[in-house]
């Protein structure tokens, strides 16, 4: 089992940065996995924001958010980080960690295909 711990989020106007960090712990055994942020706004369905495979350092990123959005990891800390810049008020969601083990995932900021999940932390945006 594997629990994620998200922090960081909070309220900023248009324009501005936050960074979010997820932090995993428990029965990590493998390097073989994904890990992501989703985001969830109030009547929308989860959406996948940002994903990277571990071991290989691939980043992946939803359309509307390169070019502003940065994913890191530090394998030491077994954390998981996203650098939002240039927020914009859609950018306001619940945003979740998510993790799971694969060597492969043919669509990585797919939500159902993730297995852990954090409790989530809110980022609100006004314009």
């Known amino acids: 089992q594997v629990q994620l711990v998200e922090s960081g989020g909070g309220s900023v106007q248009a324009g501005g940065s936050l960074r979010l960090s997820c932090a995993a712990s428990?029965?990590?055994?493998?390097?073989?996995?994904?890990m992501g942020w989703f985001r969830q706004a109030p009547g929308k369905e989860r959406e996948g924001v940002a994903a990277?495979?571990?071991?290989?350092?691939?980043?992946y990123y939803t359309a509307s958010v390169k070019g502003r959005f940065t994913l890191s990891h530090d394998s030491t800390k077994n954390t998981l980080y996203l650098q939002m810049s240039s927020l914009k008020p859609e950018d306001t969601a619940m945003y979740y960690c998510?993790?799971?083990?694969?060597?492969?995932?043919?669509?990585?900021?797919?939500?159902?295909?993730?297995?852990?999940w954090g409790q989530g932390t809110q980022v609100t945006v006004s314009s």
């Open positions: 998510g993790a799971v083990y694969s060597s492969y995932l043919p669509r990585p900021l797919s939500s159902p295909l993730y297995k852990f």
């Open positions: 428990g029965n990590i055994y493998s390097r073989y996995y994904y």
């Open positions: 990277i495979y571990i071991i290989g350092g691939n980043t």
